[in-house]
T-cell receptor, first 112, second 115 residues
Framework: RKEVEQDPGPFNVPEGATVAFNCTYS??????FFWYRQDCRKEPKLLMS???SGNEDGRFTAQLNRASQYISLLIRDSKLSDSATYLC?????????????FGKGTRLSVIA | NAGVTQTPKFQVLKTGQSMTLQCAQD?????MSWYRQDPGMGLRLIHY???????DQGEVPNGYNVSRSTTEDFPLRLLSAAPSQTSVYFC??????????????FGDGTRLSIL
């Protein structure tokens, strides 16, 4: 099982739609979880951290399911500007020299 | 706020040439790291530093050297460029390192092509 797995997409959704991405991780001892957003040919930028109790930031909701070892990102009322690649990032304490593991990303296209 | 500054933004090298990618941050972050990003791959850690004078290898360190003489600067050196090192390179910093909830702050990236 890969350390951090994401569906690469693309997810093509109309404006106003609700879309959800999942990300699974292999190390049950993982402590920290993040969602980053990366626009084409740009650097990754933190979208939100993921807390055990779940957290919301405007139209974005992140949740953590430790029992099933996945995190999710829900985007409500999608905007054209939400089009980007969303990277799942997991802090794996026991993975030697690569404690922070990045998923390959899920591509989202919001269509007018 | 400058944040994390990488130079150059673009570079083309010939096989066998050496060069240094520069990275500087003005946030007084202890932790700095270099990643490469290739099509279809996630970001992969090359080298990282937990503070001035301390560096360590990441997942893909071969062919690269780093040094951390100051808190602000973390240059990445390609010793003898190879076509397999064609990639986009990102430098990142964070206040308290990997083992925390602090996120990474990334530079704009350096697009490197090796012919």
């Amino acid at each position: 099982r890969k350390e951090v797995e994401q569906d690469p997409g693309p997810f093509n959704v109309p404006e106003g739609a609700t879309v959800a991405f999942n990300c699974t991780y292999s190390n049950s001892a993982s402590q920290s979880f993040f969602w980053y957003r990366q626009d084409c040919r740009k650097e990754p930028k933190l979208l939100m951290s993921v807390y055990s109790s779940g957290n919301e930031d405007g139209r974005f909701t992140a949740q953590l399911n430790r029992a099933s070892q996945y995190i999710s990102l829900l985007i409500r009322d999608s905007k054209l500007s939400d089009s980007a690649t969303y990277l799942c990032v997991v802090n794996m304490l026991s993975s030697g020299n690569t404690p922070l593991v990045f998923g390959k990303g899920t591509r989202l296209s919001v269509i007018a | 706020n400058a944040g994390v500054t990488q130079t150059p933004k673009f570079q083309v090298l010939k096989t066998g040439q050496s060069m240094t990618l520069q990275c500087a941050q003005d946030m007084n972050h202890e932790y700095m790291s270099w990643y490469r990003q290739d099509p279809g791959m996630g970001l992969r850690l090359i080298h990282y530093s937990v503070g001035a004078g301390i560096t360590d290898q990441g997942e893909v360190p071969n062919g690269y050297n780093v040094s951390r003489s100051t808190t602000e600067d973390f240059p990445l050196r390609l010793l003898s460029a190879a076509p397999s090192q064609t990639s986009v390179y990102f430098c990142a910093s964070s206040p308290t390192g990997f083992y925390s909830n602090q996120p990474q702050h990334f530079g704009d990236g350096t697009r490197l092509s090796i012919l």
